[in-house]
């Protein structure tokens, strides 16, 4: 318990976004809490984004409305701007693997009410080289804690990305959902696990959805019964 001690005072928590000092291990200072967009609230049955209104029962936003979905509900912790924006990129490009336990945290919260006892949890995959070059699958750290906080199984190599994309960060949604027609399959040595069972794919972020339809449609092959989405964050339009 000294040790402890000594080592807080040595290195007090800070907050994960702008590395001012927290009361608490993997948290935001007031400041970043304010202004990041956490979801909550009405928001879209099949994307999680925030509705405006109010109303009771499934809704869905304009895009789910025009754009089949393939899964059953999905919902995403923050707002793809700001904080929430800087979060992502650094837990997927700087290296910040920390990120991933408040991360998870959040997205257990924002996931609670479409999760399901003896759902299998599984992550969006990357393509191998990419991979090597990131030399990890943050889907895949995110899909891990969100499992054990749910207390369910988490098969991290249920699918496999079979087809290198290009980034699509500048391409528009059409373009999305084409690269990605064919881009994963399930591994078919798994396919036993997600037969029959509800499944909830694990990603950490969504921006036109072309990315998780292409994941549901590979667990769906493997026979998955309910399939559910959830994102850490989800881009949102301008209003």
């Not at 920390?98 to 990357?126: E, F, S, T, Y």
Request: glycine letters at 8%; one cysteine or more.
């Amino acid at each position: 318990m000294k040790m402890q001690s000594v080592i807080r005072a040595i290195y007090p928590p800070q907050c994960v976004a702008c590395e001012a000092q927290t009361a608490d291990d993997h948290g935001l200072c007031g400041a970043c809490w304010r202004d990041t967009q956490f979801i909550h609230g009405l928001t879209c049955d099949a994307c999680g984004t925030p509705l405006m209104g109010s109303g009771s029962g499934p809704l869905h936003c304009d895009d789910c409305m025009t754009i089949a979905r393939p899964w059953d509900q999905g919902r995403a912790a923050l707002v793809y701007d700001g904080i929430g924006r800087q979060l992502v990129l650094n837990l997927k490009h700087g290296d910040r693997t920390d990120l991933a336990v408040p991360a998870a945290k959040w997205m257990l919260h924002a996931g609670r009410q479409i999760v399901r006892p003896n759902m299998i949890v599984v992550p969006v995959p990357l393509h191998w080289s990419r991979l090597i070059a990131r030399r990890y699958n943050q889907a895949a750290l995110l899909s891990r804690l969100v499992a054990r906080g749910l207390g369910a199984a988490h098969v991290p190599d249920a699918l496999r990305r079979v087809k290198r994309t290009t980034k699509m960060e500048a391409v528009g949604r059409e373009a999305r959902f084409a690269a990605l027609q064919g881009a994963m399959t399930h591994h078919t040595g798994r396919a036993h696990l997600l037969a029959g069972r509800d499944v909830l794919i694990v990603d950490d972020v969504m921006t036109s959805g072309a990315t998780l339809a292409a994941a549901t449609e590979a667990v769906r092959a493997a026979g998955a019964q309910r399939v559910c989405v959830l994102t850490l964050a989800r881009v949102v339009k301008e209003t």
